[in-house]
């Protein structure tokens, strides 16, 4: 199964960048820059083919990519000469005007953000199926005694069902999500119906710092009947099946899910489960195990909502894959400036193993449901990954596309190119803060997949 999601999350990636890089590709083509090389992947090139004067590659590692530019290096033979200036030569990457180079380094991350909204106008063209849950809630901390939080602040009760946060009208518990994880620390109008009386709240997200997310302390209220039963897991085993609607764990009353949740966390061998079907009441022993003090997978899930959303026309499915991208690009936009309020980097930070990783896990996770529903939530992924891709890359950092924009600008602000010493210490530069930053990311990599 772990050999199935690397595989398909580096099919996944591969494509991401091979877009990115067809960008800059198509780009330099366009403005008169010639190209070497195009290749999708890193390292010496297991396939390779000259077509014109580009050669085609396939590198041994699938992650990543590269355009190779005539030229683009110029500025490093410069500077080991100590020429004053780089040689204006035809075709080459210093040989077109800033505006041109502008357009390159531009190109790929543009690419990314049409791809994203490509990849999302045909999912909400076809239409997809939504699996969620109730937007009625259980405080977390009915579930975690002596533990507080927003929701308690505020004056939320288990049971209460959320309508309305801020302008936005709520019905499900994806609804909720959304709305709470984009505001850490912003205070939210929050309306709730209770035995039939609407009530106004206001509460105020705390910032997660393993996410970057707002939280409020609730989890979804869930009836306790059972949607699916892993084969050959404790449920399973215990005779657990499909419709089953759980009573009692233990001797506790399970009104919703979220109840099991306490009970798991000490971590009793076995649960003693008192369950409802076809009208009769049955007793069975589950038997756990727990590796590394994880949580125990007991194998079954619980029933959840499920919809489908209409199907767009072509036109309205392109504004809709727009209007999607621009609010991914924008939650984007604001997880990054939370890196700088105290959040464990650690955790909030993936490098090219956990995204990889993570890719794949969604992709098998949606195809362990159904063709469709893999393609769907593979396709969302990916857009997202292909909007962070873009996002990243307009940083004003050196050697990142944004870094060469904000160096380009520079450029026709004086008047004349920039001397290749320059040019080579802000390079130096951009490669010492991406390789500390590589393997800082590697190492979260690392510590998420020990994990797991």
């Known amino acids: 199964m772990l050999i199935t999601k690397i595989i398909l999350g580096l099919l996944g990636l591969g494509i991401v960048v091979f877009i990115h890089e067809l960008g800059h590709f198509l780009a330099a083509r366009l403005v008169g820059i010639d190209v070497e090389a195009f290749s999708i992947g890193w390292g010496n090139p297991i396939l390779k083919k000259k077509v014109g004067e580009v050669e085609y590659r396939l590198g041994m590692f699938p992650i990543g990519g590269y355009c190779k530019m005539k030229g683009e290096n110029e500025f490093q033979e410069a500077y080991e000469k100590v020429e004053q200036e780089i040689p204006q030569v035809t075709g080459t990457y210093y040989g077109v005007s800033p505006i041109r180079r502008i357009i390159v380094s531009f190109a790929g991350p543009l690419f990314n953000l049409l791809f994203a909204i490509l990849v999302l106008a045909v999912i909400w063209g076809v239409g997809f199926e939504i699996h969620t849950l109730d937007n009625r809630i259980v405080l977390a901390s009915d579930v975690n005694p002596g533990d507080w939080y927003p929701a308690d602040e505020a004056g939320l009760m288990t049971g209460d069902r959320i309508v309305r946060i801020g302008n936005k009208a709520v019905t499900n518990f994806r609804d909720i999500q959304e709305a709470v994880t984009s505001y850490p620390e912003k205070d ?91 009208g009769g009441i049955k007793t069975t022993d589950i038997v756990l195990s727990y590796t590394d003090g994880q949580m125990a997978d007991i194998g079954m899930a619980y029933q959840t909502i499920q919809y489908r959303t209409p199907s767009y026309s072509p036109l309205g499915a392109l504004v809709q894959g727009a209007r999607e991208a621009w609010k991914t690009f924008v939650i984007s936009l604001k997880s990054l400036a939370l890196l700088f309020r105290g959040i464990d980097l650690t955790q909030a930070v993936s490098g090219p193993i956990r995204i990889t990783y993570m890719v794949g896990d969604v992709a098998a996770e949606g195809f362990g449901q159904s063709i469709g529903a893999g393609l769907s939530s593979t396709a969302n992924f990916l857009a997202l990954i292909s909007i962070a891709l873009c996002i990243m890359n307009l940083l004003p950092l050196p050697v990142l596309d944004g870094g060469m924009i904000l160096l380009f600008i520079v450029e026709i602000i004086k008047g004349h190119p920039l001397r290749p010493k320059a040019i080579y210490a802000f390079q130096t530069v951009g490669v010492v803060l991406i390789f500390g930053l590589m393997i800082f990311a590697v190492f979260g990599d690392i510590l998420f997949l020990v994990r797991r």
Do not use: C, H
């Open 188 to 278: 939210l109008a929050v309306t709730v119906e209770r035995d039939a009386a609407i009530l106004e709240f206001t509460v105020r997200p705390d910032l997660d710092k393993t996410t970057g997310a707002g939280k409020i302390g609730v989890y979804y209220w869930a009836d306790p009947v059972i949607g699916a039963v892993v084969p050959e897991s404790p449920a399973a085993i215990a005779g657990i099946e499909v419709g089953d609607r759980i009573r009692t764990v233990n001797g506790q009353a399970i009104p919703y899910t979220a109840a099991m949740f306490g009970l798991l966390r000490d971590q009793p061998p076995v649960l003693t489960v008192e369950y409802e079907r076809q």
